[in-house]
């Protein structure tokens, strides 16, 4: 089977983690895996992106399932409901608000800038030696911390899901993949 140059975009996300790990502003390259998905469901009403350009599930598949990481077991059904996609949805929605609220802060004045990244919405993690400053504003950063949480959030998320089912497991209850399906089907419904 023939390698394409999209079947190698698993090195970006990798790339992606680490370099946010030594410089947090990195982490406003994530904007383009929020937006490059929106873009396609919205001009070509499929899951393009998905399906062929999403580095976080070639990643997951590369380490579950050529390095043997998964169990390959089946995701439960649950999981599948269209109630779980659309509540996680709803539920990365609000964190995600959550975390421009307090960048809007940052912003205002009204709060100083938190150099930590939050795993899974609870634990905080002191990332202060990834921002050293810099000529832009603190809120800069602090969209830069939070964003690098939501990333950082659904990649651990992404590795639990593809150890205890399979490699692709994150891509069932995947809140950008649940929104660009949403999408696709307004789309296709209009044409």
Not at 104 to 115: I, P
């Amino acid at each position: 089977m023939k390698k394409h140059w999209y079947d190698y975009l698993w090195v970006v996300s990798l790339t992606y983690l680490v370099l946010g790990f030594f410089n947090i502003l990195f982490a406003w390259l994530g904007l383009l895996c929020f937006f490059i998905p929106l873009i396609i469901s919205i001009v070509s009403g499929t899951k393009g992106y998905c399906n062929r350009y999403c580095g976080r599930g070639q990643l997951f598949g590369l380490l579950g399932g050529r390095f043997g990481l998964s169990r390959k077991k089946d995701i439960p059904n649950w999981m599948k409901s269209k109630v779980f996609r659309c509540g996680f949805l709803i539920f990365f929605f609000i964190m995600f608000f959550q975390m421009l609220w307090v960048t809007y802060l940052v912003f205002a004045g009204t709060q100083e800038l938190r150099q930590a990244v939050t795993l899974l919405w609870t634990f905080k993690l002191p990332w202060s030696w990834a921002y050293h400053g810099t000529l832009f504003h603190p809120g800069v950063a602090q969209f830069a911390f939070g964003f690098y949480s939501v990333m950082l959030t659904s990649t651990v998320l992404g590795l639990i899901t593809m150890v205890l089912f399979k490699p692709r497991s994150w891509c069932v209850y995947c809140p950008m993949g649940t929104m660009t399906q949403l999408i696709c089907r307004v789309k296709n419904r209009d044409a």
